[in-house]
């Protein structure tokens, strides 16, 4: 993995194509690839690979998700609030895999010089938060109604007789292609409206725990979070909406519906059509599926990952779990009260620790303005990756049929195998050969193409990207790689040493994400589809947790994760349901295996191995 007599990670030139790799470059644009041209400056940074957003190989098409925020959050640090000490973070791609690198400001008169900026351009922003955070709710879901009112044209064999009737002057052809053109705009707007607070959000959050680190330099990271836990967001909004299902079938005597083992939704619900009680649950399941259920089952950035409304799995055995535990007397509820006490409790403690009063109105202020942004930290995340991307997945598919449609394709889903810019020439390829009536080249070239790269995306999933590569810096200070992906100087560390193999370590250490200490089972999930084999009372080891697993948070008693830091999603929905949490662990689903007993420590972000 790393390079043990230089101390370094491997650097991008090193790597190896693995077998039946050959040729994966042509499946990414030019300008993603490590290349010779820049080989000099790519060697000298240090980049690690995108567990926490990108865990998995990038599909051609799907990369447009990270492509997006590559440009998204880069402009608005480096060229909008030109924030002092960072610019964007950089991309590359690597055997399909994500690797990232970001971009600090070291010269301290060149801070300086950005400093004004972002002063009076945050500061207006943090003195306006919710009205233009209301505002910004406006703008997304305008352009969410716009992507789903866009109706995608089919080529017909004669165009309707109103183009000539009504002098039209623009055919179907035209309509296709521009509709794609739309499709890709409209992605890369809301990845535009995503990075408009999220950036200022962290900041926020960041200058209030550098105060309490400096004020406080015993207080824990854990405790400087708490302060700002406790505050309701709509990305808990659609679990919220499974309890009150889960609610409605026991009030309506429909709940034994819900409790057969091993039965797909659409088997329950075509039960539940049978009776009035039934159909009443129905209504009200329908009344809540738009936007709620529009609910990724995977971080939002795969296609592959069907959200709620396109397979209703995860939800249904989640409200099997709700209705058997409000049968049992237990309250299913995040616990919100609890959680806000301790909250200004602590807040309360702490600032009676301050005793001049330009450091206590600090305090205040900070802590106010934290709080404040908190909301668009999480929400954002299910407007865009989540609604709007469920929306967008889909949107692509039907481009896909009418791909099948005309031969181009075997299967609707093939369409995520070419990048969007290869779509985009394979649509004047078919508009073409439908206006000029000749044979497209299409149908003989993308099929076997697609074959080709469907067998590379395996060999991808079967490869182990390096956790990083290039030069690690002596010590990592850069505050979102700690605070987001939770990569600090030890995990840096870890990293060059052996990894091991199940058995040979006792022991693992991570960011301390939720406090608390429990024992129980270890249950290893790496994917989504094993989601539902989550078990009452374990503990869940996994790569990442994503905000749509919420529901499985009622049933567990701790996390563990690979990746992420204290503003990880895994430890702020800990946090909020009060379960122990331990993230940023490096390589938990390597080393656990389902069945072990653990110990997993919250407060101290230690994992011990019982048996």
């Known amino acids: 993995m790393a390079n043990q007599t230089s101390n370094r990670f491997p650097s991008?030139?090193?790597?190896?194509?693995?077998?039946?790799?050959?040729?994966?470059?042509?499946?990414?644009?030019?300008?993603?690839?490590?290349?010779?041209?820049?080989?000099?400056?790519?060697?000298?940074?240090?980049?690690?690979?995108?567990?926490?957003?990108?865990?998995?190989?990038?599909?051609?098409?799907?990369?447009?998700?990270c492509e997006s925020w590559w440009v998204a959050l880069g402009q608005y640090n480096s060229?909008?609030?030109?924030?002092?000490?960072?610019?964007?973070?950089?991309?590359?791609?690597?055997?399909?895999y994500l690797y990232i690198s970001p971009n600090a400001i070291t010269d301290p008169e060149v801070v300086q010089q950005r400093l004004e900026y972002f002063q009076r351009r945050a500061g207006y922003y943090y003195q306006n938060w919710n009205d233009l955070f209301d505002k910004w709710k406006v703008k997304a879901t305008e352009v969410i109604r716009e992507l789903e009112a866009l109706e995608i044209p089919d080529l017909p064999e004669y165009e309707d007789e109103s183009v000539v009737t009504e002098g039209h002057g623009i055919t179907s052809g035209?309509?296709?292609?521009?509709?794609?053109?739309?499709?890709?705009?409209?992605?890369?707007?809301?990845?535009?409206?995503?990075?408009?607070?999220?950036?200022?959000?962290?900041?926020?959050?960041?200058?209030?725990?550098?105060?309490?680190k400096k004020a406080f330099p015993e207080i824990p990271d854990q405790t400087i979070a708490k302060m700002v836990?406790?505050?309701?967001?709509?990305?808990?909004?659609?679990?919220?909406?499974?309890?009150?299902?889960?609610?409605?079938?026991?009030?309506?005597?429909?709940?034994?519906?819900?409790?057969?083992?091993?039965?797909?939704?659409?088997?329950?619900?075509?039960?539940?059509?049978?009776?009035?009680?039934?159909?009443?649950?129905?209504?009200?399941?329908?009344s809540v599926k738009n936007p709620w259920f529009y609910f990724s089952t995977g971080p939002g950035f795969y296609h592959h990952h069907p959200s709620w409304i396109d397979d209703m799995t995860l939800p249904f055995v989640s409200l099997r779990g709700?209705?058997?535990?409000?049968?049992?007397g237990e309250n299913i509820d995040r616990p919100l009260e609890a959680i806000r006490q301790e909250r200004d409790q602590l807040a309360e403690e702490y600032l009676s620790l301050l005793d001049a009063e330009e450091n206590r109105k600090a305090f205040q202020d900070l802590l106010q303005l934290a709080r404040t942004v908190f909301p668009y930290i999480e929400d954002h995340n299910f407007y865009v990756e989540h609604w709007h991307h469920t929306i967008m997945w889909n949107k692509v598919r039907e481009f896909g049929?009418?791909?099948?449609?005309?031969?181009?394709?075997?299967?609707?889903?093939?369409?995520?195998?070419?990048?969007?810019?290869?779509?985009?020439?394979?649509?004047?390829?078919?508009?073409?050969?439908?206006?000029?009536?000749?044979?497209?080249?299409?149908?003989?070239?993308?099929?076997?193409?697609?074959?080709?790269?469907?067998?590379?995306?395996?060999?991808?999933?079967?490869?182990t990207p390096p956790p990083a590569l290039g030069v690690p810096p002596e010590v990592v200070t850069e505050p979102f790689t700690i605070m987001l992906w939770g990569i600090t100087t030890d995990i840096v560390?870890?990293?060059?040493?052996?990894?091991?193999?199940?058995?040979?370590?006792?022991?693992?250490?991570?960011?301390?994400g939720s406090p608390g200490v429990v024992e129980g089972t270890a249950r290893v999930i790496k994917s989504v589809e094993e989601l539902s084999q989550v078990q009452p009372g374990e503990i869940l080891v996994c790569p990442i947790t994503t905000p749509s697993w919420a529901p499985v948070f009622t049933r567990i008693q701790a996390t563990v994760t690979d990746v992420g830091g204290m503003m990880s999603h895994a430890a702020i929905v800990c946090r909020e349901y009060g379960l122990p949490a331990v993230v940023g662990t490096g390589f938990a689903t390597k080393l656990l295996q389902t069945g072990q007993r653990l110990r997993v420590d919250?407060?101290?972000?230690?994992?011990t191995i019982l048996d």
């Open 12 to 65: 991008p030139f090193e790597i190896e194509t693995p077998p039946g790799l050959e040729g994966w470059e042509q499946l990414y644009p030019y300008y993603y690839l490590f290349s010779d041209e820049r080989r000099e400056f790519e060697e000298s940074k240090f980049w690690f690979q995108d567990g926490m957003h990108h865990p998995e190989p990038l599909y051609p098409f799907d990369t447009i998700t």
């Open 79 to 96: 060229r909008v609030f030109v924030v002092p000490p960072a610019l964007g973070i950089d991309q590359r791609v690597l055997n399909g």
């Open 174 to 212: 035209y309509h296709l292609l521009e509709a794609w053109d739309r499709v890709i705009e409209n992605c890369y707007k809301i990845w535009q409206h995503h990075f408009e607070f999220l950036n200022l959000g962290y900041a926020a959050y960041l200058t209030f725990f550098d105060f309490c």
């Open 229 to 286: 836990s406790g505050i309701d967001v709509i990305l808990f909004r659609p679990d919220t909406e499974l309890k009150n299902l889960a609610r409605k079938a026991l009030e309506l005597g429909v709940a034994d519906a819900f409790k057969k083992d091993g039965r797909p939704p659409e088997e329950v619900l075509a039960e539940l059509e049978q009776s009035d009680a039934g159909r009443q649950w129905i209504a009200a399941l329908e």
């Open 322 to 328: 709700y209705i058997e535990k409000l049968e049992r």
């Open 401 to 463: 049929r009418i791909f099948v449609k005309n031969g181009f394709f075997n299967e609707v889903d093939d369409i995520f195998y070419l990048h969007r810019f290869e779509i985009h020439d394979a649509l004047y390829d078919l508009v073409t050969s439908w206006a000029v009536g000749t044979p497209a080249r299409g149908p003989k070239y993308w099929p076997q193409e697609i074959e080709r790269r469907k067998e590379m995306i395996q060999k991808m999933y079967e490869w």
């Open 493 to 512: 560390s870890n990293w060059l040493q052996p990894q091991g193999e199940p058995g040979d370590v006792q022991q693992l250490t991570g960011f301390a």
């Open 602 to 607: 919250g407060s101290t972000g230690v994992v």
